[in-house]
């Protein structure tokens, strides 16, 4: 167990629902991220939060919608999915925002339908 | 920005043989590579980094080098194991810019045969 929780681990939507993937980290970091994790394809940086401030990536599609309340948790707000967004989507922290050692999630697993 | 290319997508070696792994970068200026294995099913985990401040760095069966003038460096797994099976990741980034992400490359998938 490496301190970061990932909830749900599966999840299966249709394109017109609305859910949230859940992060919360124990190890005391300050930067949390999101990654998305498709086949055959690099591990992709969605977005960054560090001390609660966020570095965007401004590939990723107005779908989706990063929340960060406080240092320890994160959330990923999803609505009107297109098939292709199905993916592992995959948490992750670190100590500082300096690309430290990274510590993930085990990911949900998400199918939009 | 950075890009970073890895190669092979796939290797198969028999158990006890090296394996190696190849990463080339685009970004002169990125001076940490880390690598991280992701075992079937599980969350990545980092297994070695090194910084551009060397050439070599190694930890019992693995290894990493690094050639900067080239822009690429490898992962080198001796003595493999089944155990070693698993989709490796190289990544690059400017450790000291805090604002420079890492950048991955594309994954290995070790196949290590009995």
Redesign the interface.
């Given at each position: 167990e490496?301190g970061?929780t990932q909830t749900p681990r599966h999840l299966v939507m249709g394109m017109t629902n609305k859910k949230s993937l859940k992060c919360e980290q124990h190890l005391g970091h300050n930067a949390m991220y999101w990654y998305k994790q498709s086949a055959?394809?690099?591990?992709?940086?969605m977005f960054?939060y560090?001390l609660e401030e966020r570095?965007e990536n401004n590939s990723v599609p107005s779908r989706f919608s990063p929340e960060c309340p406080n240092s320890s948790h994160l959330f990923l707000h999803l609505h009107t999915l297109q098939p292709e967004d199905s993916a592992l989507y995959?948490c992750a922290s670190s100590l500082?925002?300096?690309?430290e050692?990274?510590f993930?999630?085990?990911?949900t697993q998400l199918s939009v339908l | 920005g950075e890009n970073v290319e890895q190669h092979p997508s796939t290797l198969s070696v028999q158990e006890g043989d090296s394996a190696v792994i190849k990463c080339t970068y685009s970004d002169s200026a990125s001076n940490y590579f880390p690598w991280y294995k992701q075992e079937l099913g599980k969350r990545p985990q980092l297994i070695i980094d090194i910084r551009s401040n060397v050439g070599e760095k190694k930890d019992q069966r693995i290894a990493v080098t690094l050639n900067k003038t080239a822009k690429h460096f490898s992962l080198h797994i001796t003595e493999t194991q089944p155990e070693d099976s698993a989709v490796y990741f190289c990544a690059a980034s400017n450790f000291y810019n805090a604002g420079n992400m890492l950048t991955f490359g594309g994954g290995t998938r070790l196949m290590v045969k009995p």
């Open positions: 490496t970061v055959k394809k690099p591990l992709e940086l960054v560090s570095v995959l500082g925002q300096r690309n050692k990274l993930f999630g085990s990911g | -």
